[in-house]
């Protein structure tokens, strides 16, 4: 049976913070950051947290879709940034909704961990193991950044989105996933510092660092060919897509994917001005904006496509 997307939702920190704040901290222009990425501002977790947002963000996907807590089967969360190691945020989330029914675990793929949530939602479903399940990005970017660093501190952003998908007559009519470890240390966050008697490496915690001219090389061809490869597997061609839903990370990115593909820039809704790059919930987060400004109908034809650290990159084409 296949896989639909039949509620969306998001949560967003109230802090925001404009470029023009961040001149404060370190030596940047709101001109640069503004011409270079694209991004105007950003919201930055103060009082919340990535398990707060994702309860949020899922409370409003549940309510979008009319589904109550127990149906929910599964329940998936792509994230680098949860607040704890274990419990997972999806357990968290479990825990808050109280969807005592479902099954709940965490995945890491960065940017790209919306889609493969979605992907592992559409397979469980698509093979009669469930029926409903809740996928949701999620990050607070902020607190892996190094703020006196202006080749990353300026571009990421807090949030988190989250979709609720059932089995339908119709839905997800094509994903493609990729990874390329090789290249992973193109963007790299250690994780906590080894600390025990046994140890002694001299390695501490440290924060998000990217060589941000290899990853861009790396969206523009592998973006691209992405979305084609899932298009062609749908049978369909990009004029029949009414939106394409990028991962928020540069708008110079998505100018240039629209460019390989031959479409207009019209067809690719953002929200990195305001949100800036969110990782795992840039995708979500966004097809949560378009959704509530009413600008999706049933039968219309979208593709999400999310690319990033590991390296990883996933596209869907799906009828709304
Ligand atoms: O979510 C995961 C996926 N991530 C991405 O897709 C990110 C992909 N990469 C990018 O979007 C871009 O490479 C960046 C926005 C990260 C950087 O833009 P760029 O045009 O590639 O700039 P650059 O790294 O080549 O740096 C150009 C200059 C350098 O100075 P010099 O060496 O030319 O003197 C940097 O030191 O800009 C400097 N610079 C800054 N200047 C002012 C770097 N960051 C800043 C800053 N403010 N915040």
Redesign the pocket.
């Known amino acids: 049976m296949p896989a639909r997307i039949i509620g969306t939702g998001s949560a967003l920190p109230e802090k925001v913070v404009a470029n023009q704040e961040l001149e404060m901290l ?4 709101d001109e ?2 503004k011409s ?2 694209g991004i105007e501002k950003r919201h930055i977790a103060v009082t919340e947290t990535t398990t707060s947002m994702s309860v949020e963000a899922a409370r409003r996907a549940m309510k979008d879709a009319g589904v109550g807590a127990e149906e929910i089967d599964l329940i998936i969360v792509g994230t680098v940034s949860g607040d704890l190691c274990f419990p997972s945020t999806a357990c968290q989330i479990q825990s808050a909704i109280q969807a005592s029914n479902a099954t709940a675990f965490d995945i890491n793929a960065a ?1 790209a961990g919306f889609l493969f949530g979605l992907s592992i939602a559409e397979a469980y479903i698509k093979s009669g193991i469930i029926t409903t399940a809740l996928v949701v990005g999620a990050e607070t970017l902020s607190k892996m950044m190094d703020w006196k660093d ?2 990353t501190c ?2 990421f952003g807090d949030g988190a989105g989250a979709a609720v998908v059932k089995g339908s007559d119709a839905g997800i009519m094509s994903m493609v996933q990729g990874s390329d470890g090789a290249r992973g240390g193109a ?1 790299t966050c250690h994780n906590r510092a080894v600390n025990n008697p046994y140890v002694n490496n001299g390695f501490e915690t440290d924060y998000t660092k ?1 060589n ?2 290899e ?2 090389k790396f ?1 523009v061809k592998t973006v691209p060919a992405a979305i084609t490869k899932a298009m062609d597997k749908a049978g369909i061609s990009a004029d029949q897509v009414k939106y394409f839903l990028l ?1 928020q ?2 708008i110079r ?1 998505i100018e240039a994917v629209a460019k390989k593909i031959g479409q207009s820039i019209e067809k690719f809704p953002t929200n990195l001005q305001e949100c800036g ?1 969110i ?1 795992a919930g840039s995708v979500p987060i966004l097809l949560d904006f378009v959704n509530k400004e009413g600008k999706l109908e049933r039968g219309d034809i979208i593709v999400l496509a999310g ?3 590991g390296l990883t990159w996933g596209a869907a084409v799906l009828s709304w």
């Open positions: 370190v030596d940047t222009t640069w950051i270079r990425t940017c202006r080749s300026v571009l963007l990217m941000g001219q990853v861009y969206a991962h990370a540069n990115i790059n990782s690319f990033g650290a």
